[in-house]
């Protein structure tokens, strides 16, 4: 089993950043290091989208609306995925989820995944 805990979120202006982390308690053999994670958002009546994807090995994906302002990293030590997000727009203002998978950041980021967390808001005010 894995729980995923969300945290940092929070209500900035346009243009400002925050840093997202979700650290994984895992009770199992199946080492965090070998999960596919990622971070998925879903806004107030609309459908969720996935945000970021990171490899066990550290490649990356992003959704293009992203792309060039967010950073998704991970701490395999420390069982924690990051979220730096800059140059935030007010459409950014979302729930912000953390995600794990055992297949691949494609089914991540079309919101397939084994695991997820309670959620974090990200508020952006224009």
């Known amino acids: 089993q894995v729980r995923l805990v969300e945290s940092g979120g929070g209500s900035v202006q346009a243009g400002g950043s925050l840093r997202l982390s979700c650290t994984a308690s895992?009770?199992?053999?199946?080492?965090?290091?070998?999960?596919?994670m990622g971070w998925f958002r879903q806004a107030p009546g609309q459908a969720r989208e996935g945000v970021a994807c990171?490899?066990?090995?550290?490649?990356?994906r992003y959704t293009d609306s992203v792309k060039g302002r967010f950073t998704i990293s991970r701490d395999n030590a420390k069982n924690t995925l990051y979220l730096e997000m800059d140059s935030l727009k007010p459409e950014d203002t979302a729930m912000y989820y953390c995600?794990?998978?055992?297949?691949?950041?494609?089914?991540?980021?079309?919101?397939?995944?084994?695991?997820w967390g309670q959620g974090t808001q990200v508020t952006v005010s224009s």
């Open positions: 895992i009770s199992s053999t199946y080492t965090y290091s070998r999960y596919y």
């Open positions: 995600a794990a998978s055992r297949s691949n950041c494609l089914v991540v980021m079309i919101g397939r995944f084994d695991y």
């Open positions: 990171i490899e066990p090995y550290g490649s990356t």
